[in-house]
């Protein structure tokens, strides 16, 4: 199989459901001659022209509506946001008109909302957040997160496919630094978690760039047998595979790069502490990023976005 | 400058494209709107209606007209103030009522209330509170139709108080950058729920159409039919590829925001100016001209809307047990808009 | 001291404010002449004239921008949404700018934004939200939700006077619903949890209209002695309040009308199950909306909104 | 129709109101505006700048013309390609490397980035990323003045791509039905990113000025004198309550949108032309033509930098255990902007 970068297996995935089906189209700032802030689109609209590779005005808000109303009457959109920041701009769109539709009318919205997020380089308070609890709270919305270049790919082409609003957040710093080998040709990823690593001392229940930290912190981990469970689909949540997990380790922890209060991790506890209180010999410890803004500066941002060393401390 | 039709005070027809049976096709959708809309408003009094009611009194004449001119498979986003168009589309009186009603017949099954509704299988997309939302909605619906190259339009109505939204200008701005089949109908009707237009606007928004590069016109929205002749002539520029057109239907609510607004905010003359325009007397008095009977019309309403309404009643509520399903959509085949049939809108030109 | 309904106090709260300190001016939609769509501004236009009784455009980001301008030359602007759900129409002014100034620049934003929230009465999909989660989920922001009329006078003169971003949210269910002794006066209430209820078997956690809920739920249940915590700011959390009921009765209930996903609740029951394991002798049961639109037929969504018998059946 | 201001060719004075020492302070602010940020792009490239790097190269006319013509009680929300105004309120460069640096010494102590920064107590609010947010927040500030009855003034920049956002629109309307004493400079330098203006409007954004009831002019953005006298007089009527203005700055933007952009997407016979239009060269030819020799304020100016450089990289980064303080501003007295003294603007009209 090809290896590819995570970022490398978006365009992929992208690319190869265009060329399959003539519904999918990609819309949003410079992502046409210039291929976008990320060069995800990179050669697209050479490939597919500028009707399929939309350059839009600079309103985000009417790139999610307009691609509610394309997606109605059948069109398949990608709507992209240049930074996952700027869905704050479309919230309303994107929460009311493309959430609530299927349920309120019975018709479905298919369109696919690529959101770039995630801290790490310095982007600062607009262009680091990781916004995936707003939509989690959101009714009508589904919201992944990929941490391998292989469901990069296939989460993507899944949601595409999927008839209703998918939230898809690709972390901006795993598109560069994560590599794998990736299944050529088409092939879905179900909405569902995976187990990164098994392991039976303890769980550790995190999603997006967080899998590769809670990996590398518990590599070894004074010989600690650790198992990773890789979330992927946020809405749904898999609370089967949490809980399954759960009951083999009997104690947990729960990672996320948001900011702590009502994050995806809140809500993956809370489903613990109910559910699985009788399997837990310990409490359900959290590692997040305390709730302040993303801070520029590389000594203010390490000290806030939870590192390999947190990860391991709180796994002791 | 936005130019201006002025709704034609003669008897004769406003549009050479209608016939006599459309001019009375026109009254009978009006007449139906506001019988609907007063037979809704007693049973909102008698505890029949849950939440609160909203109507489109004196304004029947926007919705139908511009509806009346669009294609069965031009696409809407119909507004609060709109039933006409859903009438014309071809919902019927026991569905509308079993939706003021909150009942499972009723077009949202109880999940949405009062005039939030659209027939998909009729080409509408039901409204959102937001306002002015579906403007965008309707664009990109046009983006769409454009980018298969379709002989397709859409349009969307919205009122004066919502022109004051970032999503008006978002819309109004990717319509026109990108020339796309659209018709935007603003429904001037003097006030946003207790907001006067002056405080919500320095300028007529109208003439906001031309620094987006399209037209912008000024209709007479008591006038059925000069609201349906505006509409035709928008909607082939739409077709022709000349792009958007922004219309201003000028009107009036004739009450209370909603069911719970006395209206006090709104001096008594305004009102009683206005009652002397309305658009179904207007109407009726062409008709009677042009020689019509109106009275057997009148009768075959009022018989529908009581025909309508007790079968809305013997309808049940929907079952608890459901409230939680039908999220996600997990089908295998894409649910579209305008799937099933669109009935044709009735006028001979809306076929092309 | 005198009684008023939970609406009258809030009117009192922003009228002897305003007398008080005339920096402080109430912006919306209606507000003016109509007195608001809930009729909390009645008489205020008459009083304090049109500059300080804004009747604004229609346009929820405007509202939200222009108050932060204001605010930051020197008034004290009460912003008023006409209903929390169009919040979402101003969310990004007051994430993005109104939530992250003083981290960033040093520059407080002294804004109050008034949520009318919550369901009960057929609003619908858009007039029966509970937006609070999405604002405790992003920094910056103190968010405060009143369930009787003491408290929502004096949480709301205390965010008037806060000098950061108050989110306020008052639960249209309770505007004539709750009535109660309420100081005359000025008083500010402190954005800490109360104890609506002591008691030894259960506490259970809440806020807002779901007070009552629990209250009624448990007032006679079975002899048992039920403690009713009302969080009343959930920005801060009283996590001490919390942690310390929990000691207490060793088993929780955790209520909240919001849809139920990455909730306040989620963040309650996931501090709880972190901090406070060692306490608990059962798991950290959930009451809260499923995660749908709320419908608009009494039917439905009677059967989702927390109701007295759902609050019963959980607490036993 | 806007109006239009052609920026003089001429070596004369552009404005009555500029001394020459005023006309060499604007010739200085370029300078150092320039100055700072090729030496900031020189750091960038040594790895000592974080994140990106965004400049205004060949617009500095823009920035330094409007904002020399505010006074020191005027509040301002500067952009991101507008160094120069924080330049002419008086930020001293050594605070600009140590933001870009992000170092404590910055003016938002390493905790936002690059040009996301504005010294509160010089009158500035720091812009958001997210565009055009902050012309609300400037027409917040106009509203809280005229409430006050205060004589004083708002201003805030904004570019072409930011005029397709719904705020664009929701501060031009709130401002026109206001009549608020703001000023929006519309910084028309080509592109949004990559994004041509053709694919952003249909009609160049000036026309709209008029549709929310007030003056909307186009200023040659690389004319410095030019971008002061037309800020002087919109400020005039904002002051005399005739409302907002809507200035076009039409200028180029001369790099790309930050370091790594390498602008292929812009035609090289553009950028050739606009070089020639450059504003420094052309306020240094007007100076040098009155007889000015430029040559020591240039030496003066480098050496400023150099000071400041080495300043800002003696300062240290911020103590990564205060990364939580202040999220919250728990003081007694209110924090307000302005608080502490903002330098007078250095022109003497803006005392009025
Ligand atoms: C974004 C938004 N804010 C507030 C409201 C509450 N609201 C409902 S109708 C209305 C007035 C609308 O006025 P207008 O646009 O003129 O339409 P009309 O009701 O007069 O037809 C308001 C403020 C809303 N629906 N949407
Ligand atoms: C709401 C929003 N969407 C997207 C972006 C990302 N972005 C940053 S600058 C830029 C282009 C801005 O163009 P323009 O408004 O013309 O300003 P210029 O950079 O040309 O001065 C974009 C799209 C943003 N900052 N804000
Ligand atoms: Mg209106
Ligand atoms: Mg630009």
């Known amino acids: ?316 | 400058m936005a130019t201006k039709t002025v709704g034609a005070e003669a008897p004769g027809s406003v549009s050479e494209h209608l016939t006599l049976d459309d001019r009375i096709a026109l009254l009978r959708y009006m007449l139906l709107m506001r019988g609907i809309e007063e037979r809704a408003m007693n049973l909102y009094r008698q505890g029949k209606v849950p939440g609160s009611f909203y109507d489109g009194f004196g304004q029947e004449a926007v919705s139908v007209g511009a509806t009346y001119a669009m294609a069965a498979h031009d696409r809407l986003c119909i507004l609060h103030r709109d039933l006409g168009g859903h009438l014309v589309r071809g919902v019927t009186p026991a569905r509308i009522f079993a939706q003021y009603m909150g009942r499972e017949g009723g077009i949202t099954g109880g999940r949405d209330g009062n005039v939030h509704f659209g027939d998909y299988r009729l080409g509408c997309v039901g409204m959102v509170s937001m306002l002015p939302d579906m403007m965008l909605v309707a664009t990109g619906m046009a983006m769409a139709f454009k980018l298969r190259g379709e002989q397709r339009c859409a349009i969307t109505w919205f009122g004066d108080g919502s022109t004051s939204r970032g999503d008006f200008h978002e819309a109004m701005n990717w319509a026109g950058v990108q020339k796309l089949p659209v018709i935007f109908v603003l429904e001037n009707n003097q006030y946003a729920y207790s907001t006067p237009t002056t405080s919500q606007f320095a300028v007529d928004p109208v003439e906001r159409a031309a620094s987006y590069g399209f037209p912008g016109e000024t209709v007479d929205g008591n006038d059925v039919e000069a609201m349906f002749e505006a509409t035709r002539r928008a909607r082939e520029r739409a077709l022709a590829g000349e792009g958007p057109t922004l219309l201003e239907a000028v009107t009036m609510r004739m009450h209370g925001h909603a069911a719970h607004d006395d209206m006090k905010y709104v001096p008594k003359e305004q009102v009683e100016e206005w009652r002397q325009k309305d658009p179904i007397d207007r109407q009726e008095t062409r008709l009677r001209e042009a020689g019509v009977d109106t009275a057997p019309l009148r009768e075959e309403i009022k018989q529908a809307i009581e025909e309508g309404t007790q079968e809305a009643l013997a309808g049940p509520m929907p079952d608890p047990d459901t409230a939680t399903d039908r999220l996600f959509y997990e089908g295998e085949e894409p649910l579209l808009l305008g799937d099933g049939n669109a009935p044709w809108s009735g006028f001979a030109g809306g076929q092309s």
């Open chain 1, 1 to 316: 199989m090809p290896t590819m970068t995570y970022l490398q297996a978006i365009s992929d995935a992208m690319r190869s459901e265009m060329r399959n089906d003539e519904r999918v189209l990609v819309m949003g700032e410079d992502i046409g001659v210039f291929g976008g802030a990320f060069k995800v689109t990179d050669g697209f609209v050479e490939e597919f022209g500028p009707n399929r590779v939309m350059d839009t005005p600079l309103a985000e808000s009417g790139i999610i509506g307009t691609a509610i109303g394309a997606a109605v009457v059948g069109l398949r959109p990608i709507a992209e946001m240049q930074f996952s920041d700027f869905i704050s701009c479309g919230f309303d769109q994107l929460v009311n008109v493309a959430g609530k539709m299927y349920y309120r009318q019975g018709l479905p919205v298919n369109i696919t909302v690529r959101l770039p997020s995630g801290g790490g380089f310095s982007g600062g308070p607009f262009h680091s957040q990781n916004p995936e609890a707003w939509f989690m709270h959101a009714p009508g919305l589904k919201v992944v997160a990929p941490s391998t270049a292989q469901d990069a790919k296939g989460l993507l082409i899944s949601a595409i496919r999927d008839h209703n609003p998918v939230v898809y957040l690709e972390h901006k710093h795993l598109y560069r630094r994560v590599k794998g080998e990736v299944e050529p040709g088409l092939y879905e990823t179900p909405f569902t978690a995976r187990v990164a690593r098994e392991g039976t001392d303890l769980s550790i229940i995190t999603y997006g760039a967080m899998v590769h930290t809670a990996l590398e912190a518990t590599e070894d981990l004074d010989g600690a047998s650790v198992e990773v469970l890789d979330l992927r689909s946020l809405v749904p949540l898999d609370e089967e595979a949490i809980l399954a997990s759960v009951r083999k380790t009997s104690k947990v922890l729960v990672v996320d790069e948001a900011n702590q209060m009502c994050a995806a991790g809140a809500q993956v506890a809370a489903v613990i502490a109910d559910k699985a209180f009788e399997d837990l010999d310990g409490p359900v410890r959290r590692v997040a990023t305390p709730d302040v803004p993303i801070p520029f500066s590389p000594p203010l941002e390490q000290a806030l976005l939870p590192s390999v060393d947190r990860v391991k401390e709180a796994a002791r």
